[in-house]
């Protein structure tokens, strides 16, 4: 689906610095969604909800999952996996 990665940084940016990305999704209906579970307590839970809502409610087409151990980065074959599969993807951590 995609020929390159897109990482966004959650650190935010120094007052009055700009950063641009590639332009947002033009909307969910049709796409595929991923999330990368890393094992945090209750992300499953949010995983699951996030699911339910982005399929009911905006149409997404499908959603892919792929847990990973605690703070062991998800490896490079599991990043491309999921950029060609998904048109975005979520991770993040519950508690």
């Known amino acids: 689906m995609a020929d390159s990665i897109l990482a966004y940084d959650p650190v ?11 332009r947002a999704l033009d909307g969910l209906a049709g796409k595929v969604v991923g999330f990368i579970d890393n094992a945090k307590p209750n992300f499953n839970y949010l995983a699951d909800d996030l699911a339910e809502l982005l399929i009911g409610k905006y149409g997404v087409a499908g959603v892919v999952r792929h847990r990973k151990r605690g703070q062991v980065p998800a490896g490079d074959a599991v990043i491309r996996e999921l950029a060609e599969q998904c048109d975005a993807v979520i991770t993040g951590s519950g508690d």
């Open 12 to 22: 935010a940016p120094a007052h009055g610095e700009v950063r641009h990305s590639r």
